[in-house]
């Protein structure tokens, strides 16, 4: 009995951990599957904290945005830990016709869903954020846009899981799914057999080869991304900060350091068996960005830097819900580096999908069904 539950969960980080909370939270029995030996070791310990709308694909939108009214304003006490959640905006840089062009298309799509956010010109930029360099001369502003601490958020998730009896179990690595009676069923590790009426794959890229086990092919690739967190700094802005081209994102933290990502351009070349390590070109580049973008961040030092791997899909949003092939399979994966912001509402409406049947927003437009041919 202790290998089997309700629902097991591949991957420890925080959109397994917010589905078991929620599916706690509903009287589900749940078992956590992590492969590495610590809780949150993918993106959920490698990224930027966003918590945004703007600059997001249309069709993940209702989801974000249910989760940023509904959810987030309430999630460090209901997880009982301090998720340094700041709603104070996001401005999404430009600097040219091209990146103003790019920042008009993202913000009509997103109006056209419900979202408060518009363009504004370089002027109202530095009047929002004086820091700013004049070569800013457009943005798209969001107001309710904001960021958060990935690791004490993932933290919270967990630990307000377990007390509601989620069991977790670290360095048990998934390499089979299989079916029984045309039903997914089992989960294969390399000592165990687990047991469950519903199996959510969480498992950022590795979900790919897990879910080839069964027969799923989902169109996904990983792309390393590399950030810096600097010295702390007197306090300077709360707002979150990216660009047109999503090649840079940052903001500052509640105890002053910045938090700063982005890319060179270059394709990475990893020499360290698959794990993700940073690059001698990546840091300095995203550095020169930054030196672009905030002229009095020149003398900044930097602490430390760190790389992860985003799961990226081939059409740029995650695959969410149910497999008509495989009964008894949930995907929750493919989040393309922004999976953090919108965790809680996955969590959330995956929870409702599995117990209840049925989800407050509608996902119809991320569910795997849509790589089928068309006939």
């Known amino acids: 009995m202790a290998n089997t539950a309700d629902v097991i969960i591949i991957g420890g980080g925080i959109i397994g951990n917010a589905i078991a909370y929620y599916l706690a939270k509903k009287g589900t029995d749940v078992i956590v599957l992590e492969g590495s030996d610590h809780i949150g070791n993918g ?194 802005f709360d707002q979150m900060l990216g660009t047109a081209e999503a090649d840079f994102y940052g903001h500052q933290t509640k105890h002053g350091s910045f938090v700063f990502g982005g890319s060179s351009g270059y394709e990475a070349v990893n020499k360290d068996n698959g794990t993700p390590i940073c690059s001698s070109i990546t840091a300095p580049c995203i550095c020169r960005g930054i030196m672009k973008y905030f002229p009095d961040l020149a003398d900044a030092k930097i602490v430390r830097t760190w790389a992860g791997w985003a799961d990226q899909m081939k059409d740029g949003v995650p695959v969410l819900g149910n497999v008509s092939e495989v009964p008894g399979l949930v995907l929750a994966t493919g989040f393309c580096g922004h999976g953090f912001g919108i965790a809680p509402a996955i969590g959330h409406e995956l929870a409702g999908l599995i117990v209840d049947g049925k989800t407050s927003i509608d996902i119809n437009a991320l569910r795997y069904d849509r790589f089928k041919a068309k006939i």
């Open 43 to 236: 993106g959920s310990s490698r990224n930027g904290g966003g918590v945004r709308q703007s600059g997001r694909d249309p069709r993940e939108l209702p989801l974000v945005m249910y989760g940023i009214k509904n959810l987030w304003p309430s999630l460090s006490e209901e997880l009982e830990v301090d998720c340094e959640y700041h709603q104070d905006g996001n401005l999404r840089l430009g600097k040219n016709d091209k990146h103003k062009q790019i920042l008009e298309g993202l913000t009509e799509r997103a109006v056209k869903v419900g979202l408060d956010v518009r363009m504004i010109d370089g002027d109202e930029v530095r009047r929002i954020n004086p820091y700013l360099s004049d070569e800013v001369t457009c943005a798209s502003w969001c107001p309710t846009d904001g960021h958060a601490n990935p690791l004490t958020t993932t933290l919270g998730f967990y630990k307000t899981a377990r007390k509601h009896g989620v069991r977790f179990i670290t360095g048990e690595k998934v390499i089979e799914l299989k079916k029984i009676k045309g039903r997914l069923r089992q989960v294969i590790t390399p000592n165990n057999i687990y047991e469950a009426d519903t199996v959510v794959v969480a498992a950022g890229y590795e979900s790919k080869e897990i879910l080839g086990t069964v027969g799923i092919d989902v169109p996904m690739s990983r792309v390393l991304i590399e950030a810096l967190v600097t010295e702390a700094e007197p306090h300077m």
